[in-house]
């Protein structure tokens, strides 16, 4: 077993046993998890003039630091405001497909959470991860941001 493994593992244990404890409000109370390291190493750089700006960044970061190979997104503003993010090669894709058989969903994605994150500093909103669909090698995540733009 490597490292990556291990930790890895570490990630789906966790959020096991979160969701056992909480079920699903446990999404809920893990909306910061993976933010803490961006901040940290980041600061408020990633926040831009613009959600576009802003998305565009942290979406460099995340490929920078080889969490991701690319993401897509696109923004729906007719309802409220939406974000459809597409995560391609996620290398926390194993964990979410080892656990959504267990749970039936998704409850937790810290690219998600980073980029609800930001874009929340920057309109001064709140972000809910809605959903995540996971395909062959992309996590397809909803997040909707509350109130309008």
Known sequence: MSSNEFLYGLVRDLTDVLYEEHGTGAQYRTTLVGVDYFEKKYGGTLKRATVRDTLDAV????????????????VDSAADFILYLTFKSCILQSTDKELLPLHGKIIDCPCANVVMHY???????????????????????????MGKQ
Request: aromatic letters at 6%; one cysteine or more; hydrophobic letters at 45%.
């Open 59 to 74: 979406i460099d970061a995340l490929r920078a630091e080889g969490i991701v190979a690319s993401t897509e997104y696109s």
């Open 119 to 145: 874009v929340d500093s920057l309109l001064g909103k709140f972000s809910e991860f809605a959903k995540m669909e996971i395909d062959k090698d992309t996590c397809k995540a909803v997040i909707c941001v």
